[in-house]
Nanobody
Framework: QVQLVESGGGSVQPGGSLRLSCAAS????????MVWYRQAPGKQRELVGG???????NYADSVKGRFTISRDNAKNTMYLQMNSLKPEDTAVYYC???????????????WGEGTQVTVSS
């Protein structure tokens, strides 16, 4: 019923910046928390950070001060601004969203397919 699509990934040099987007579409009554995860080859998927419907954010210690999460509720879109990128930020970045399909329905979690971010010199 809902599709999440990440975009904006690519290859950058250390110290560079990228801005990722996660757009939700489909039957949506409301979107609660939206979260960014990432997974590097051979590693567990880890939390990057999240944002509530009211705009309250939290971040993993590894990205604090470098990454910023925001959202545009009118567009059902979440963003991840990544600055001062490091090689260890290289991963597939995934979007997760808690979405209600109707006002009387319980929320469900949805995942995007991911977008690749590569940081190398």
């Amino acid at each position: 019923q809902v599709q999440l699509v990440e975009s904006g990934g690519g290859s950058v040099q250390p110290g560079g910046s990228l801005r990722l987007s996660c757009a939700a579409s489909g039957r949506i009554a409301s979107i609660n928390t939206m979260v960014w995860y990432r997974q590097a080859p051979g590693k567990q998927r880890e939390l990057v950070g999240g944002i509530t419907s009211g705009g309250i954010t939290n971040y993993a210690d590894s990205v604090k001060g470098r990454f910023t999460i925001s959202r545009d509720n009118a567009k059902n879109t979440m963003y991840l601004q990544m600055n001062s990128l490091k090689p260890e930020d290289t991963a597939v970045y995934y979007c997760n969203a808690e979405i209600r399909h109707g006002w009387n329905n319980r929320p469900y979690d949805y995942w995007g397919e991911g977008t690749q971010v590569t940081v190398s010199s």
